[in-house]
């Protein structure tokens, strides 16, 4: 990493290579089933050898989770950059939604099949449990990010731990309606409007 916090070329290099083996992975996904891929054939798809892949990966649900794990750590970069007096849950909003709109064709409307693939993909018990050990990571960065933007205590007060949670349920709440949403939907808007619903404090819709 440059000086200056923006990656050099060798780190840009890497990066570039985890995407695309991470977008390979999805892709044979979506082509194939979850069951049917190989590092073998994720390798051979991104155009590297086999050993590229086990040195950025130790299996395909790594490679797949990875894009999940680099939005939550620009999520994480994202609202530390934030002005210090924008409302905290205007932050997170923008924290959350931007990455999946950077990332352009993730925030667009799935297939059928796209869908069922991504539910089979998240069914797996190794992609919940690799998953779980990144949110648990970037939890941490976000209770003491949250509570340093809140004048509170990470380890003593419960708002940032809160607040957190608060997160991680409108994930799982937008997720849930995205996957079974007929016909689909683009996620971002979901997970927007969740996010929104918290910071107004959840008003009775039937009101």
Same mark, same amino acid.
């Given at each position: 990493m440059a000086e200056d916090g923006v990656p050099g070329l060798r780190e840009r290099k890497k990066l570039q290579t985890r995407k695309?083996?991470?977008?390979?992975? $999805? *892709?044979?996904?979506?082509? /194939?089933? $979850?069951?049917?891929?190989? /590092?073998?054939?994720?390798?051979? /798809?991104?155009?590297?050898?086999?050993?590229?892949?086990?040195? +950025?990966?130790?299996?395909k649900y790594e490679a797949l989770a990875y894009r999940q794990i680099e939005r939550m750590k620009r999520s994480v970069r994202i609202l530390r950059s934030r002005?210090? *007096?924008?409302?905290?849950?205007?932050?997170?909003?923008?924290?959350?939604?931007? @990455?999946?709109?950077?990332?352009?064709?993730?925030?667009?409307?799935?297939?059928? &099949?796209? %869908?069922? #693939?991504v539910r089979e993909l998240l069914g797996a018990p190794e992609m919940a449990a690799t998953l779980q050990k990144a949110v648990l990571g970037a939890d941490g960065e976000l209770i003491t990010l949250i509570a340093e933007r809140t004048g509170t *205590? @990470?380890?003593?007060? %419960? +708002?940032?731990?809160?607040?957190?949670? #608060?997160?991680?349920? &409108?994930?799982? #709440?937008?997720?849930?309606?995205y996957l079974n949403a007929e016909p689909p939907v683009p996620i971002v808007g979901l997970l927007r409007r969740a996010l929104e619903q918290i910071a107004a404090g959840l008003p009775d819709p039937s009101a």
């Open positions: 695309a083996l991470s977008d390979a992975t $999805l *892709d044979l996904v979506f082509e /194939r089933g $979850l069951e049917n891929i190989r /590092r073998e054939d994720i390798a051979a /798809r991104a155009g590297v050898s086999i050993r590229t892949f086990n040195n +950025y990966f130790a299996s002005p210090a *007096d924008e409302p905290l849950w205007t932050a997170i909003t923008v924290a959350c939604t931007k @990455p999946l709109e950077d990332d352009g064709g993730e925030g667009g409307v799935p297939s059928p &099949a796209q %869908l069922a #693939a *205590d @990470p380890a003593k007060d %419960l +708002y940032p731990r809160l607040v957190v949670a #608060a997160i991680g349920s &409108a994930w799982q #709440a937008a997720s849930e309606v």
